[in-house]
C-alpha cells in the first residue's frame, strides 16, 4: 500500500496561484503513476491531472489545461500541483492518488488508481 499526504490547499481569490504537494510513503516502488482528482460540493469527484514516474507523461482534464501543472520529484517521492489563474469553479477537496501499472490504463478514471488521500481543501473567492 502507498501513503499518500496532500498539502498546500487554502484559501485564495480569483486569479492567484496555489501549489498543492502530495508525499508519498510505503510501497512506492509499486507506484507507476500519480494523479489529482477534486471533488466539489455536491458533484462527483472528477480527474484533474496525472504524470507517470518514470517518463513523465502527463495527462490533463481540459478543464484546467493550460492553467494548472503537474510536476515531479522522484527522488522526494512528491508530486505537485501548480495551479495559476484560479477560478471560483475549482473551488473543491483535491486527493492526490496512487497507480501500479497495468496495461490498458489510461490515468483519467478513479478506477486507474488505488491508494488515495484524504484531501486538502482550495476555495477560490470571487
Known amino acids: 500500500q502507498v501513503q499518500l499526504v496532500e498539502s498546500g490547499g487554502g484559501l485564495v481569490q480569483a486569479g492567484d496561484s496555489l501549489r498543492l504537494s502530495c508525499a508519498a510513503s510505503g510501497r512506492t516502488f509499486s507506484s507507476y503513476a500519480m494523479g489529482w482528482f477534486r471533488q466539489a460540493p455536491g458533484k462527483e469527484r472528477e480527474f484533474v491531472t496525472a504524470?507517470?514516474?518514470?517518463?513523465?507523461?502527463?495527462y490533463y482534464s481540459d478543464s484546467v489545461k493550460g492553467r494548472f501543472t503537474i510536476s515531479k520529484d522522484n527522488a522526494k517521492n512528491t508530486v505537485y500541483l501548480q495551479m495559476n489563474s484560479l477560478k471560483p469553479e475549482d473551488t473543491a477537496v483535491y486527493y492526490c492518488?496512487?497507480?501500479?501499472?497495468?496495461?490498458?490504463?489510461?490515468?483519467?478514471?478513479?478506477?486507474?488508481?488505488?491508494?488515495w488521500g484524504q484531501g486538502t481543501q482550495v476555495t477560490v473567492s470571487s
Open positions: 492518488a496512487s497507480g501500479s501499472f497495468r496495461y490498458g490504463r489510461r490515468w483519467s478514471t478513479q478506477e486507474d488508481f488505488g491508494s
Open positions: 504524470i507517470t514516474w518514470s517518463s513523465g507523461t502527463t
